[in-house]
Structure formats: structure tokens, C-alpha cells
């Protein structure tokens, strides 16, 4: 069975300085990772994804995210965070592969993203 | 705009009553979900239409609740006999594209608040 860990709740951030929010999976066979965001009042959407290859991910909006097997960690980072950037953000991993796409999604229970001026 | 639409974005109910709710992308795509998200939690899989065919029931997904998704296109959820810890925002999403370019596309959700 495959599960996500975000360790943290909530992340307060000054504007323009870099972030890094957690995410921790476990899985018993090989993995694809995603990183969504949800903004107020939308849907979810995806920021980046890890499937195969390079390690280090980057996805839309400045943020990049690092696959590191050996800590089973996915780590989502930005290096300067904009006002814009407050938002739920939810980590995801999937261990199949079915119809030409990673499915069955586990989520974690997301982060809150505070970004202060 | 992710292409799927909900309605409606938001239903309260008395708790016993029934509930529909109703997924339409933007246009027919092989592959939709629905998915539950409770307060301060991720979003938790509920079942996946592969066209009509219904594939894939969560344990999640009591006898109370039922999906079908017609002609393969729109799809609706139905809660019946609402209970109080129904209440959640469910969320359908279809995926688009295949291997690196595909990634699901999430609507807005419907709000539910039981009663």
C-alpha cells in the first residue's frame, strides 16, 4: 500500500524568500510523484511530476521538486515565493501504471502555503 | 478553466435526503474520477470510469453511493440517505493526454453540507 506524509500543516513565508515544503511517501514498488495546488476556490492543478529520469523536476510558476529514493522523499522547493504563490499545496503518489497514465492516486493532506508581506 | 464542470457548486441537505451530483468535461475523455476532500485533508479516490465501464470502487464507497457515467461522456454521483459525515467536497477529474504529457484535470468541486 503506498501512503504520503506532508509533515506540515501550515508555512509562513516572507515574500520573495525561498521555500521548501515537505513530502515523504512510502511505497512497496516503484513510484510516480505529482505536486498539485489548489488556489482558493479552484480546482486542483498540477504543479510538476516526477515519472522517470532526472531527479530534480521543475514544474510551472518557479517551482522544481527533487525525487530522492533513498530518503523515499519529494520535496518541493521555490526559491523566491510571490504573494500569488498562497495556496493549498498536496503532495501525490501513485504506484500504477494503467492506461497510459499513472492512476490511483494517494494523496497527502496538504500544506498550506501562507506568504507574507 | 480546467474543462470539467460541477454542479452544483454547492448543496445542503437534511440528513436522510438524497443527492445527485453532476461531472461534465469539456469534451469526452476515456478516463474520469471521482474524488472526496474533507477538511484539512488531500483528496480521497471514491471510483474511475474507463468510458461507461465503472472499474474501480473505493472501500470508501458505501452501498449508499452510486455513480454512472452514461454514453461515457457526463457522469453523477448519487448519495442516498445522506449522513452527516458525507459532507465533504467531491471532486471529479478526467485525464487528458498519455504517458509524460498526461495529467488530470480537476473541477471546482461540490460543496456538500449535511444537516
Known amino acids: 500500500a503506498q501512503s504520503v506524509t506532508q509533515l506540515d500543516s501550515q508555512v509562513p513565508v516572507f515574500e520573495e524568500a525561498p521555500v521548501e515544503l515537505r513530502c515523504n511517501y512510502s511505497?512497496?514498488?516503484?513510484?510516480?510523484l505529482f505536486w498539485y495546488v489548489q488556489y482558493p476556490n479552484q480546482g486542483l492543478q498540477l504543479l510538476l511530476k516526477?515519472?522517470?529520469?532526472?531527479?530534480l523536476v521543475k514544474g510551472i510558476n518557479g517551482f522544481e521538486a527533487e525525487f530522492n529514493k533513498s530518503q523515499t522523499s519529494f520535496h518541493l522547493r521555490k526559491p523566491s515565493v510571490h504573494i500569488s504563490d498562497t495556496a493549498e499545496y498536496f503532495c501525490?503518489?501513485?504506484?500504477?501504471?494503467?492506461?497510459?497514465?499513472?492512476?490511483?492516486?494517494?494523496f497527502g493532506k496538504g500544506t498550506h502555503l501562507i506568504i507574507q508581506p | 478553466d480546467t474543462g470539467v464542470s460541477q454542479n452544483p457548486r454547492h448543496k445542503i441537505t437534511k440528513r436522510g435526503q438524497n443527492v445527485t451530483f453532476r461531472c461534465d468535461p469539456i469534451?469526452?475523455?476515456?478516463?474520469l474520477y471521482w474524488y472526496r476532500q474533507t477538511l484539512g485533508q488531500g483528496p480521497e479516490f471514491l471510483t474511475y470510469?474507463?468510458?461507461?465501464?465503472?472499474?474501480?470502487k473505493s472501500r470508501l464507497l458505501s452501498d449508499r453511493f452510486s455513480a454512472e457515467r452514461p454514453k461515457g461522456s457526463f457522469s453523477t454521483l448519487e448519495i442516498q440517505r445522506t449522513e452527516q459525515g458525507d459532507s465533504a467536497m467531491y471532486l471529479c477529474?478526467?485525464?487528458?493526454?498519455?504517458?509524460?504529457?498526461?495529467?488530470?484535470?480537476f473541477g471546482s468541486g461540490t460543496q456538500l453540507s449535511v444537516l
Open positions: 511505497s512497496s514498488v516503484s513510484v510516480y
Open positions: 501525490a503518489v501513485s504506484d500504477r501504471w494503467a492506461g497510459g497514465g499513472a492512476d490511483g492516486l494517494t
Open positions: 470510469f474507463q468510458n461507461e465501464a465503472q472499474l474501480e
Open positions: 469534451s469526452e475523455h476515456n478516463r
Open positions: 477529474a478526467y485525464r487528458r493526454g498519455a504517458a509524460t504529457n498526461e495529467k488530470l484535470f
Open positions: 516526477y515519472l522517470s529520469g532526472s531527479t
